[in-house]
């Protein structure tokens, strides 16, 4: 990082906390991650968090906010390319857990009724280790440490380092983000924006978008207008693109096709471009005793493709994936739900389980 870099982040950040000190403060949270060797991801190892300050607003009658996270946390990744040549691996991928610390600064704008817009700046330091199950023989081949993985395909000239602070800026916009969305339409889309001259290991912009629809069919209410029973149809349409010289693992892991599609996983199919669309029947209720605690089931058909080139290299290719199945989860609140996943391959594999074509998984905090 410049020292220029530096100086202008500094000026930002103070500018930032003189004009807050006249904030009223409320916290804030984000989201949280788990660890999939640590209680199948059911336990955080990672909460995203911070607090939201009311400013004046910059336009009248619109709220103006200020917001600040941060997270610690522990987690695990998944690579699968080859380090020199960049080509897709379909077995024996590098496994390893990293230490992640990162912290957010930006400005939340409300433009209208239920549209709003964020610029922000965003921070991470992660340091990458060995990973806790090395030496292990899974489906997809022995886990070894970071540098025998490198050191068994000749080298690493595609990742880079593993280690070490990346930032960028950001800027959303949302019509309608609501953590559930349970009748109604809503959008988000957001630019993301991390040239050299803010990373030591990265170069790159990426874009993200996403529809979503909800329509009730049918919902029964007690006298307290808690849900006994409901049924929901709702349809999720994704659409993620990357460019750039570098682009850094953080963001492939979550741009990547099989991150979209259910059944398939985190880092899989990384290519530019990826379109998904994600269709969901949900059966929820009932709650009699505390709104949004309930069960539900849910049946999926999900379709996604990938387009363009593998993610840091010249090579053309692409993808096509899809899956169908059931998930039977507990919704705590609107925004966790913890339960079980089966998901049946229809195209495609899922290389972590090879050979497989119903794949079932714990799940915790799941998108639909």
């Known amino acids: 990082m410049s020292r220029q870099y530096r100086v202008v982040l500094c000026l930002f950040i103070l500018v930032l906390t003189s004009y807050s000190v006249f904030a009223s403060w409320s916290f804030a949270y984000d989201s949280w991650e788990g660890h999939p060797r640590i209680g199948s991801s059911l336990v955080p190892t990672g909460i995203r968090s911070g607090v939201t300050g009311d400013l004046d607003p910059i336009f009248s009658g619109w709220e103006t906010d200020l917001i600040l996270l941060a997270k610690a946390g522990f987690h695990e990744r998944v690579l699968w390319q080859h380090p020199v040549n ?34 922000g700046y965003r921070g991470t330091y992660e340091q990458a280790l060995d990973s806790m199950i090395e030496g292990d023989v899974l489906d997809s081949g022995t886990v070894l440490g970071i540098d025998p993985w490198f050191s068994s395909y000749g080298g690493n000239t595609l990742y880079g380092k593993l280690s070490g602070i990346s930032t960028n800026i950001s800027l959303s916009y949302s019509y309608n983000h609501e953590e559930e969305l349970l009748d109604g339409l809503a959008f988000e889309s957001s630019l993301f924006i991390g040239p050299k ?114 993610v840091n290299t010249s090579v053309s290719s692409s993808a096509f994936l899809a899956s169908t199945g059931v998930s039977v989860t507990y919704s705590l609140l609107s925004y966790m739900d913890i339960g079980y996943q089966m998901a049946y391959l229809m195209e495609g594999s899922n290389p972590m389980q090879p050979g497989k074509t119903m794949v079932g998984e714990l799940i915790a905090h799941i998108r639909f």
């Open 86 to 119: 960049g080509s897709l691996l379909s077995s024996s991928p590098l496994i390893f857990d990293l230490l992640q610390f990162d912290w957010t600064i930006g400005i939340k704008q409300s433009l209208a009724h239920d549209q709003q817009l964020f610029l």
């Open 197 to 310: 001259l803010l990373n030591t290991n990265a170069s790159y912009l990426a874009f993200t978008a996403e529809g979503a629809g909800a329509l009730m069919i049918y919902q029964e209410l007690d006298e307290k207008q808690h849900n006994l029973y409901s049924i929901i149809l709702r349809d999720n349409l994704q659409f993620t693109y990357t460019l750039g010289s570098h682009i850094p693992v953080s963001v492939l892991q979550e741009t990547s096709l099989g991150s979209l599609v259910r059944g398939y996983g985190s880092g899989q199919y990384p290519l530019d471009g990826a379109l998904a669309n994600r269709f969901s029947l949900c059966f929820n209720g009932p709650e009699p005793f505390t709104k949004g605690f309930y069960p539900r089931l849910i049946l999926f058909f999900d379709v996604g493709y990938g387009f363009g080139q593998l």
